[in-house]
């Protein structure tokens, strides 16, 4: 059962997961650590938002991890990242990573098919240009079809010509929708492997995982007992928080890193 955080309220699973010996901090991007925008490639996280993340990649076996479906370069640009950030990424829903100390970290076995995105790209542009307020956004293994500036009736009738397009030329291909997206990958990989590589890297006994989608729920799902699924704003789900917005999470990551150097004190 999901239940509210109140922003300055105290909760028993929070200060449990901010004393676990190695914490990982995981933040899907689009929704939960930026406010959703128009256009996709604007978008940035909170100030506040990076501001906690900051603090608590500084604290002693405390590590931070951007989560999202946007390709490796996109996550790189829209997180306004660096090559010496101690932010971890995992890109393309877990296909991809980038790990500080190391930098970017293949996956074995996955590898785009760019004569296969190049076509479906091709094909899709036609239908994608024929209506207002609909945008295509390439990706490493695929694509996505945004509708944030679309009516939902527009947004109705792309979804379908897009999806008839894609069960004839790539019948296998992943689907996946979100919030005002529809998206295609050649790669099976979701969040629910981001949650197992990351675990791994950082040898985290225990991880707080946020997000706001459909996706972020393949994450939630695969979270164990010790670890902790925050839900941002509406919507079914396996976490155990829930909060309404961006800004909240700010707030629960500044509850999470007073509680967690407290105990290391």
């Known amino acids: 059962m999901t239940r509210p955080w109140i922003p300055g309220s105290a909760d028993a699973a929070l200060r449990a997961i901010a004393r676990t010996p190695r914490l990982l901090i995981a933040l ?109 956004e390439p990706k490493t293994f695929g694509m996505g079809i945004h509708t944030r500036r679309a009516t939902p009736e527009v947004e109705a009738t792309v979804f379908a010509e897009i999806d008839a397009l894609t069960a004839e030329r790539f019948p296998h291909w992943r689907r996946r929708a979100g919030h005002r997206v529809l998206e295609f990958s050649s790669r099976i990989e979701g969040k629910d492997l981001a949650m197992s590589v990351l675990r791994d890297h950082f040898n985290a006994t225990g991880i707080l995982f946020a997000g706001d989608d459909v996706t972020d729920e393949d994450a939630m799902t695969v979270l164990r007992g010790d670890d902790l699924g925050v839900r941002v704003g509406a919507g079914e789900s396996a976490a155990t928080l829930r909060v309404d917005t961006p800004q909240q999470i700010a707030l629960l990551l500044e509850a999470l890193a007073s509680e967690r150097a407290a105990g290391r004190e």
């Open 28 to 136: 899907d991007f689009d929704g939960t650590a930026s406010p959703l925008v128009v256009e996709p490639m604007s978008a940035r996280a909170l100030p506040e938002v990076k501001a906690q993340l900051s603090t608590l990649a500084a604290l002693p076996d405390t590590y931070v991890a951007y989560v999202s479906g946007r390709s490796m370069h996109d996550l790189k640009e829209i997180s306004e990242h660096t090559a010496d950030s101690p932010f971890a990424l995992a890109g393309s829903h877990g296909a991809q990573y980038w790990f500080p100390g190391t930098g970017d970290a293949e996956v074995p076995g996955v590898i785009a098919d760019q004569a296969a995105n190049e076509q479906l790209w091709a094909a899709a542009r036609p239908i994608v240009e024929r209506f207002e307020g609909v945008e295509l």
